[in-house]
Every structure is written in structure tokens, then in C-alpha cells.
């Protein structure tokens, strides 16, 4: 019976995502992992009128990254994470944007995870002709239930980083105890939605690389502070343009344009990471 409602839904899920346009990596297998509703939550993602630009970037080197100790509790920035996320204001594809009017970064959205909430801080500080809403969104944490993705409540947070919007943020946000990657999967469908229905076009969105990555499709590679510019639309996330370095190391897809920083993908999130 279980197996017959997924591969219902799986059905489902494919024929309303082709009505706008999307194309679909799921296999049968996948799909029967994957309960009904996972499924019909992500196919509910609305159409974008009008494509909005997106850049992604990674936190900075946090005091975990070193060392591989997911045992430390929501850690911040090392010193070198820091002069990272101030040197994103010289990022050759973000310095253009960095500015407040027409063309410039309308929104900047960032995983409520403390390494995340500095690097935003560390970047904006000191950019005063950019003003525009923070605001933390819980959809984008990291995957993991590992301490180290584990943050703290709104309450804690907001004292420190009062500069940022926490109203989108619950009080156990962080607990992801028994959820596994179905729920990555809610979290990101939601916030797709979500992001859809903002009415800013150019956007900063500071995250994790395995978020992120999920988010996109599985082929984003990001070190900390890296960004890749992308267009995000009811056709899905395509790559605009990302850095040479990047370029080079990309994996270039069968039938794909090869020339580095315009190799499009259309791609809803990576449904083989997220239903296994």
C-alpha cells in the first residue's frame, strides 16, 4: 500500500512540475522512499514571474572546520573566517552589487546558525551604502543534527545579532532529531516557496555548502565564503555565472554548454541526496 501511494504521488509530483516547466531527477526507487506528502509539498513550488538573481555563498571558516569537530555547539567564525566574509566585499561577483538602488542587493537571507549570522555581520558592517533587510530564514540550516548544526533559540540570537530579522524563526527550529533527510527536503521545498513569493529581485542568500548544494541540484561546489551567481525561476535554479577557479573544477553535464560561467542547469533540488 505504501509503495502504491508513492508511486502515485511520484506520478503526480511529475506531471504538475511539467506544467511549469520543471525538469525532474527522480527515479522509481527514490520516489518509493519518499513519502506521499514530501512529495506533493515540493510539487506545490509557484511560478516566479519574473526570474530574480540570486547569489549563494558559504559561511566563513568556523572554529569546526579545522579540526573536524562536529562536536562543538553552533560555533562562530575563526579569525580567518572573518577576514573571509570581509573580503566578500571585493568578491568579483558580488562588489557590483553591493550597493544600495536599482540593480543592487534588495535582501539578504541567512541560516540563523551563528557562522552564518557573522559572515553576514563581517561582510555588511562596513558597507554603508547598502541598505537592506537580513533577515534569518530556519529552511536553510544545515542538514545535520550533529552539535555543530545545532543552533540556539531566536531569543538568544536576537540579543546578539540585532540587526537581523528573527520573526521567521520558531523556538526549536534547530531540532532535528528523527527527521532525517525527508525533512531537508520540506525545509527546502518551503523555503523555494517562500523565496518565489519575495518581492526583491537581486538577492544574497548565506548558507551551508550541504543545504545549498541540495538546494541547487547536488553539483554546487563552494569553499567558505565562496558565492556562484545563479537565476532562480519556475524553470528552476540556473547557474548565471560563477567564478573561473570554479568553472574549471565543474563537472560539465551530457548536452550542456561548456563555456565556464554561462553552463545552465534546470534543477529543483537534488531529489537522489534528499530521499536517501
Known amino acids: 500500500m505504501a509503495k502504491d501511494a508513492a508511486e502515485s504521488a511520484r506520478i503526480s509530483y511529475k506531471k504538475r512540475l511539467g506544467a511549469v516547466g520543471l525538469q525532474v531527477r527522480v527515479s522509481d526507487g527514490d520516489a518509493q522512499q519518499a513519502s506521499p506528502s514530501t512529495l506533493n509539498l515540493l510539487a506545490a513550488v509557484p511560478i516566479v514571474p519574473i526570474p530574480k538573481t540570486v547569489y549563494l555563498s558559504r559561511h566563513g571558516e568556523a572554529e569546526h572546520?579545522?579540526?573536524a569537530d562536529w562536536g562543538l555547539r553552533d560555533p562562530g567564525l575563526t579569525s580567518e573566517g572573518r577576514r573571509q566574509a570581509r573580503a566578500l566585499r571585493g568578491d568579483e561577483l558580488l562588489k557590483s552589487v553591493l550597493v544600495g538602488g536599482a540593480g543592487g542587493i534588495s535582501l539578504v537571507v541567512v541560516s540563523p546558525l551563528r557562522?552564518?549570522?557573522?559572515?553576514?555581520?563581517a561582510l555588511l558592517e562596513g558597507l554603508h551604502t547598502l541598505r537592506c533587510?537580513?533577515?534569518?530564514?530556519?529552511?536553510?540550516?544545515?542538514?545535520?543534527?550533529?552539535?555543530?548544526d545545532t543552533g540556539h533559540p531566536p531569543a538568544v540570537l536576537s540579543v546578539e545579532f540585532p540587526e537581523v530579522d528573527f520573526d521567521l524563526v520558531p523556538s526549536d527550529w534547530y531540532d532535528k532529531r528523527r527527521r532525517g533527510n525527508e525533512m531537508a527536503m520540506v525545509r527546502l521545498g518551503r523555503f523555494q516557496n517562500w523565496l518565489a513569493t519575495r518581492p526583491e529581485q537581486t538577492i544574497l542568500v548565506i548558507g551551508h555548502l550541504n543545504s545549498l548544494r541540495q538546494l541547487t541540484g547536488g553539483d554546487l561546489r563552494l569553499s567558505n565564503c565562496g558565492v556562484t551567481k545563479y537565476s532562480f525561476s519556475h524553470h528552476g535554479?540556473?547557474?548565471?555565472?560563477?567564478?573561473?577557479?570554479?568553472a574549471a573544477r565543474r563537472p560539465v553535464l551530457p548536452g550542456k554548454a561548456t563555456a565556464a560561467g554561462v553552463t545552465p542547469t534546470v534543477l529543483l533540488a537534488s531529489t537522489r541526496r534528499l530521499f536517501t
Open 65 to 67: 572546520n579545522p579540526t
Open 133 to 148: 533587510p537580513v533577515v534569518a530564514h530556519p529552511d536553510i540550516q544545515e542538514t545535520s543534527d550533529s552539535p555543530c
Open 237 to 246: 535554479w540556473s547557474v548565471a555565472e560563477l567564478h573561473a577557479s570554479d
Open 115 to 121: 557562522r552564518c549570522l557573522e559572515t553576514a555581520r
